[in-house]
């Protein structure tokens, strides 16, 4: 019988919600994609840039805008660490992380070692899996 799939959600946001997440959902696993710093502000500004505007009711400064970006960082980050260092939340069994660059160079292995690490189904085509190969 197969397992069923795991449900896997790429939401920067969701660093900032280990608590929550886990309070709803016990059996939750994260991976941590880091990034250098520079490259993570300037992808929130472009969606800043692209997708903000819609969800103001005035247009904000660039100056306010950046001031966001640089707070959300700060809040997402400090809470990830926080929960990181408290093995009760995240630990060996329920979370990885990994580069954007080691991902994005080599999805496939980067996705391999993350799914061996939390116990997903293999990526062997011997192996009965829900993941799809094809």
């Known amino acids: 019988r197969k397992m069923p799939r795991q449900l896997v959600l790429k939401s920067p946001c969701h660093t900032g919600r280990v608590r929550l ?14 990034r250098n710093p520079y490259e993570v502000f300037l992808s929130g500004a472009h ?5 903000y505007g819609w969800m103001f009711l005035q247009s904000p400064s660039d100056e306010d805008l950046q001031e966001y970006i640089f707070k959300q960082g700060e809040i997402l980050h400090d809470e990830y ?5 408290n093995p009760k939340l995240l ?31 293999s990526f062997d085509p011997q192996v009965q899996s829900s993941y799809p190969m094809n």
């Open 91 to 121: 630990n060996d069994k329920n979370s990885a992380e990994v580069s954007f660059e080691e991902l994005t160079k080599g999805t496939v292995k980067s996705m391999q070692e993350i799914y061996k690490k939390l116990g997903f189904d």
């Open 47 to 51: 969606m800043a840039s692209t997708t």
């Open 81 to 85: 660490f926080e929960c990181r260092n």
């Open 21 to 34: 997440l886990l309070k709803l959902y016990p059996g939750a696993k994260f991976v941590f994609v880091h």
